[in-house]
Nanobody, 113 residues
């Protein structure tokens, strides 16, 4: 199971740090990442990080967001700076493995003045 935390309401220009904490064992994970889903929109990739620390960020968040991981605890972080209203949505953690994908329930991020 993946548990996201750190979401909330923030004003434009503000920052949040999301955490994804796994419980239980996960086999053959090769990439971890964050996706988001806004109301009425398709789920979209925000950022991913591989087990050897290669990162990929969506063009819309480059320069504002960063992804990192704690290898000891298997926690994945998403640091979000310069948040804008269009960043609003449910942020979901994903662990991609050779036997399938694991998803968390998501944490709500709302950017509004």
């Amino acid at each position: 199971q993946l548990m996201e935390s750190g979401g909330g309401l923030v004003q434009p220009g503000g920052s949040l740090r999301l955490s994804c904490t796994p419980s239980g064992g996960f086999s053959s994970v090769y990439r971890m990442g964050w996706y988001r889903q806004a109301p009425g929109m398709q789920r979209e990739l925000v950022a991913t990080i591989t087990i050897d620390d290669k990162t990929n960020l969506a063009d819309s968040v480059k320069g504002r967001f960063s992804i990192s991981k704690d290898d000891d605890m298997n926690i994945v972080y998403l640091q979000m700076n310069g948040l804008q209203p269009e960043d609003t949505g449910v942020y979901l953690c994903n662990f991609a493995s050779t036997i399938g994908d694991y998803w968390g329930q998501g944490t709500q991020v709302t950017v509004s003045s």
